[in-house]
């Protein structure tokens, strides 16, 4: 067992380590997906891409592989919604818990001098960023070479992570930053899909 366990593809049929596939599970009767693949049951597990999720979704291979009996199959865009849903709920959580903890920085004047003193691995910034906040950071980040995402506006942020409202966050601890790169990622993969 542990992160070096074989799964196979539901959809292509392709062998992968357990980690590098999403693993879905049956909770009352509908096909939930397992982000730290930690919940109880018969797994079903899908490639990270378009077409494997297509497959599964047009020939239901989701609900036959976890047993659920339903008329209502899981379409193709709630699946996605629901994948996307929860690696930005995760996300949120990691800026709450890493922000207590200190992994995280937030403010504007905290996040430029995180840059300035080179201990900022990834920056996160409100949709909204005031254009003044972003003149200070902008050319400080291109120059530092630290990779930066949106996310949505400072009020959804700062709502989703219980904080009050920021314009800007800065990750400074490396694996972190690594992780949450990988769902931010994925989550900017997945809107391309609907
Ligand atoms: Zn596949």
Not at 5 to 18: D, F, N, Q, V
Not at 34 to 41: A, E, H, P, V
Not at 108 to 136: M, Q, R, T, W
Request: charged fraction near 30%; proline fraction near 2%.
């Amino acid at each position: 067992m542990g992160s070096k366990a074989i799964r196979t593809c539901i959809s292509c049929g392709s062998e992968k380590y357990k980690n590098e596939l999403l693993r879905f599970v049956s909770v009352d009767n509908e096909v939930v997906f397992d982000l730290k693949q930690k919940l109880d049951g018969r797994g079903a597990y899908l490639c990270f891409n378009k077409e494997c999720f297509n497959k599964a979704t047009k020939k239901n291979l989701l609900s036959k592989h976890l047993k659920i009996k339903t008329d209502e199959n899981i379409t193709f865009v709630k699946l996605v919604k629901q994948v996307r849903d929860t690696y930005k709920r995760y996300l949120y959580t990691l800026m709450r818990v890493n922000i207590t903890s200190k992994n995280i920085i937030e403010g504007v004047y905290n996040v430029k001098d995180s840059l300035i003193h080179e201990k900022a691995f990834l920056c996160l910034f409100p949709s909204d960023i005031s254009n003044h906040s972003k003149g200070k950071l902008v050319n400080l980040i291109t120059r530092k070479k630290v990779p930066f995402y949106f996310l949505e506006d400072k009020k959804s942020v700062a709502m989703n992570i219980h904080r009050p409202i920021r314009g800007a966050y800065a990750v400074v601890n490396k694996q972190l930053a690594l992780v949450m790169i990988d769902i931010l990622e994925k989550i900017k993969e997945l809107k391309k899909w609907i």
